[in-house]
């Protein structure tokens, strides 16, 4: 059965979400639709970016992913359809694929041009909605869409290194819901500059000269819990969709805090890795 | 394959949902459920009203609306079954159905009567469950239930017109996740008193004397994107499911504040416009 | 269709819930995937074991449960597959069954032992998955763990009885989405101790000597609305999953307060029930 993600800052209590998978069911009956999130900050183009690269890949070949975050059509955001690494995207050309695309090159781009005269108050509907059940029914972007060459791509959204190769300028792209504070630093990018040198992982008032391989690593097991410290909870690793993470092991951010507001750490700050 | 909604005020942390849905899988294993809404405030009849009904009309025809808010069956408040405009909703008789009621009139209302003799604890799994069930598998309603003529309206869910045929007076329905108010003032309803006059909308401090097509109609997108001001980005506009709607292009209401924060409306605030 | 439930505390926003479900359709194309709830409170064992509980029993037998909650393996934690009540769940050995394990014997609890030799940092992807596809595709426990005999069990989620057999002391386990407050005595226990005697529930400065029926037990129909009186609306009942529950008929806990906040009650708490 075909699968359609559904991934939008449209959050769950208003009826758009609803409204559109009824959309989806109208146009195709056999379709399977998978929230991806609907939680995205509104017009959140990094996170949406950061959530729907990690999601994708791993949804059978030949999935759609509709993107429905800062999608109302102006002339400086105009609708696409993405074929890439064997998934379907449908969202506006704001940055949001520039994540995915930097590792991996479209196979094919459309400008999406089924819009009406008027512009849609709802595009998700009246544009993606019908674009997805294109694309399921067999149909190729090239009938909905022109051809082009080159995606938007977003500030901040990837690394730097300085040109005497030993300090990595990343940021902060997400906290995740443990509070955990995800970078845009990813472990090739890494690996690639270290070669065998020391480092120093530096942000705000933290710093770290290890990277460990789970969140437990850092506890020693033979302690009876309460003997185990708090220090020990503190770490670094590259997370399981290997970007880089400066977390804190069982963190309940509800609670006591979590790494973001511990190590006082937001989206967009400064982290700068030197090797040594 | 047939499908059932759900609205409730449930929440999503409980298990009150998924006991829901397994009920209803129990009771048909071909079923296709669909989430409309968990989040509606608790027992707000009203938030509920609007939710369902800009929801359910983008679903196929036949499809069950199952609503669970304020549905403790008591002496005030009876379930019923209601096909309308080809779409079956099973709730309590509190009001919720009356806005789609308003404008299509029911082909059939029933009040359910396949209650046991002591109240059950969770009408939904134990009463309207089994009345989506009896639907699916393409039972009358006439099976479960009592015909009646009439369904409870709520107050407040319908604007007015004074004497005079000078000014609407409406109130604020819903605030949706943008932080965009939402009125009870339709298009079909402004567009009849209004004929070709001005107008003016006026709610608390705030003023519109025109109604623009898009959230990004009052943005100059030939000029850079600092330049295009703060002012610009306020509108009133009929949004998408029809309703009178004052908004902020882009808000982010749990960063710098939405419609409702800035505006000051709150829901069951009054809004007037006054034709000129 | 087979069934797979979803149980974690990884939140609606984060990528994770997806990427299960992604990988679920990629492990079998035709299950069909039902969420339990993705906001139980992190690492809350106490909270995941009430929500489960209370949710698996309404799902067709033969359901496969997946508890994502603490489950990182570590020397304390070790992945577990349990078949018990014609379910199967899939978690670690931290207590969650033990809620339900404590009613109704396992017919079959295995230590799972498909894991590679470094541990998975995404362990409900690489472990949970592949164990719910074997189970899916008819395949047996043993072939994928090492069967034992006792499962770890909670502190506080029993309650107890004094040697006088006059008293109950029970805990607050649950806060739902109306604010009522969930403690851990079932009826059964509360009837085989109480025979035909009077009683008192004690909870901070809140005191009930009777139980109802339904949430809307206190109220005088007959009154109108506005004289029906707040204090009516105060009450104690077994609810919907057997469970001693203290309540507020109708509460919204967001705008005036629910019984947690009212009677001053959090997860934890003690409460007695003297036999008189």
Same mark, same amino acid.
């Given at each position: 059965m075909p699968i359609v993600t559904l991934t939008t800052d449209f959050g769950l209590r208003d009826h758009s979400v609803a409204a559109i998978k009824g959309a989806l069911y109208k146009e195709m009956d056999t379709v399977r639709i998978v929230d991806v999130s609907h939680e995205i900050s509104p017009f959140d183009n990094i996170e949406a970016s950061y959530i729907i690269k990690n999601a994708y890949r791993h949804f059978p070949d030949g999935s759609v992913h509709i993107i429905g975050v800062d999608s109302e059509q102006t002339p400086d955001n105009r609708h696409i359809a993405v074929f890439l690494d064997n998934h379907y995207f449908i969202c506006a050309n704001n940055g949001i694929i520039s994540l995915i695309a930097s590792e991996i090159k479209p196979d094919k781009i459309v400008e999406i041009n089924i819009h009406k005269t008027v512009e849609s108050i709802f595009p998700m509907i009246d544009?993606?909605?019908?674009?997805?059940?294109?694309?399921?029914?067999?149909? &190729?972007? =090239?009938? *909905?869409?022109?051809? %082009?060459?080159?995606? +938007? &791509?977003? =500030?901040? *959204?990837?690394?730097? %290194?300085?040109?005497? +190769?030993?300090?990595?300028?990343?940021?902060?792209?997400?906290?995740?819901?443990?509070?955990?504070?995800?970078?845009?630093?990813?472990?090739?990018?890494?690996?690639?500059?270290?070669?065998?040198?020391?480092?120093?992982?530096?942000a705000r008032h933290v710093k770290f000269d290890t990277l460990v391989e789970s969140y437990s690593s850092g506890i020693d097991f033979t302690l009876p819990p309460k003997k185990r410290g708090e220090e020990a909870k503190k770490l670094a690793l590259f997370n399981s969709s290997g970007y880089l993470e400066l977390a804190i092991y069982k963190s309940n951010p509800k609670v006591y805090g979590g790494a973001s507001s511990l190590y006082g750490l937001q989206p967009m700050d400064t982290i700068t890795i030197d090797f040594l």
């Open positions: 544009v993606f909605v019908k674009v997805a059940g294109h694309i399921l029914r067999g149909g &190729t972007l =090239e009938v *909905i869409g022109k051809p %082009i060459t080159t995606l +938007k &791509t977003q =500030e901040l *959204i990837e690394p730097q %290194i300085n040109d005497a +190769k030993n300090r990595i300028i990343g940021h902060v792209i997400y906290i995740d819901n443990f509070g955990n504070v995800v970078t845009n630093v990813k472990k090739s990018f890494f690996d690639a500059y270290r070669k065998t040198r020391n480092f120093e992982v530096k």
